[in-house]
């Protein structure tokens, strides 16, 4: 049940990414307050992929732009490569941008309409003086030629001139273009048809080889998420349910929310009959005012009065894979018998 706590940290040596009781508050117009994350942490190692799911509203997106600093988070730490970006501003917090950089959900929005794709892919080296007038100019035709987009044709080219994929492809490239440590993708194949998706998922792996990129990876689709991390972390209205890596996490998941996520993946044989046993019931409660104890509560067939008052917290799933933490007072992977039971009753 979505929950706190931050037993499932490593040691913070190890990461270049480590996130702790991260918190981000907006105020609204009725001057009451819209709690978008709350309390959540965590980490991500070099090299790693962290898959970062929920359902639209659970504060994903939020936690990704609260981590480039966009805006500051309310309160808690964010250590990247062991400096704290939340007690960075002005010149020193652009300084460390050139190493995190995001890719954005819609792709053609995020591109300047008015220049032209080289000049939008080889700014951020303009700006930061990097080489020679030759030395950019062989920078941005290398990183074009890795995502598949023709240098010739982008430089007299503007962004409406091209299809969303490749509009993603230049993002991609305007992204890596700084040679950055990691990159926080927010949702970029959501707005892309399946087959491009498929493309822009399989270009991400390259370029994550080919320059050494550490991402996280922000998405609502199980299904796409589970091919490309290597630790899989389900956010619920703002906290943090549960974390693992994708072979576990799909294999047995702990928390009645993950197992809802996993029962609505769509199979492609129509043949197949579809799983109700876990389909999610009532409306997501409005982030102005969560409910107490467990968030998740007033939508879950396994609740009981421990989770009105009592926050859970992460903790390891005994019978599970290492590094698998589930935040839920009764865990399915830990309760077989009330998980069998809820089953035949059909809930």
């Not at 792709?107 to 930061?128: D, F, M």
């Not at 598949?148 to 982008?154: I, K, L, N, R, S």
């Not at 906290?239 to 996520?261: N, Q, V």
Request: aromatic share 4%.
């Amino acid at each position: 049940m979505a929950g706190t706590g931050d037993a499932h940290l490593r040691p913070a040596e190890d990461a270049l990414l480590r996130v702790e009781n991260l918190v981000v508050e907006f105020k609204s117009g009725r001057k009451q307050t819209v709690h978008a994350v709350t309390d959540i942490s965590l980490d991500v190692l070099p090299g790693e992929t962290l898959g970062l799911v929920g359902e639209s509203g659970c504060g994903k997106s939020t936690t990704g732009k609260a981590i480039m600093q966009l805006p500051s988070p309310t309160s808690g730490t964010v250590l990247f490569d062991g400096d704290d970006l939340a007690a960075k501003d002005g010149k020193e917090l652009r300084q460390v941008r050139t190493q995190l950089q995001m890719i954005f959900q819609d792709p053609i929005s995020s591109l300047n309409p008015r220049r032209t794709i080289t000049q939008i892919v080889g700014e951020p080296l303009k700006i930061w003086k990097r080489g020679s007038d030759s030395e950019r100019s062989a920078k941005v035709d290398e990183v074009l030629e890795a995502v598949g987009v023709d240098p010739a044709a982008a430089a007299s080219r503007r962004p409406h001139e091209f299809s969303g994929g490749q509009c993603q492809r230049i993002s991609i490239a305007r992204a890596v273009v700084t040679d950055p440590k990691l990159i926080i993708c927010d949702e970029p194949v959501s707005a892309l048809d399946v087959s491009v998706q498929a493309q822009v998922l399989n270009l991400l792996e390259d370029m994550k080889a080919r320059y050494g990129l550490t991402m996280v990876f922000i998405a609502h689709d199980l299904a796409v998420v589970k091919n490309i991390s290597d630790r899989i972390a389900v956010m619920y209205l703002g906290k943090m349910c549960e974390i693992g890596t994708p072979d576990s996490l799909f294999a047995r998941p702990a928390h009645p929310y993950t197992r809802a996520l996993i029962s609505a993946i769509p199979h492609p044989d129509p043949n197949v009959p579809l799983d109700h046993t876990w389909r999610l019931e009532g409306d997501l409660p409005s982030p102005l005012n969560p409910p107490t104890g467990c968030r998740f509560r007033t939508r879950c067939p396994m609740a009981q009065d421990i989770c009105t008052t009592v926050e859970p917290q992460m903790t390891p799933v005994s019978d599970g894979a290492p590094g698998h933490y589930v935040a839920c007072h009764f865990p399915l992977a830990e309760t077989p018998v009330e998980f069998a039971a809820i089953q035949a009753a059909g809930v």
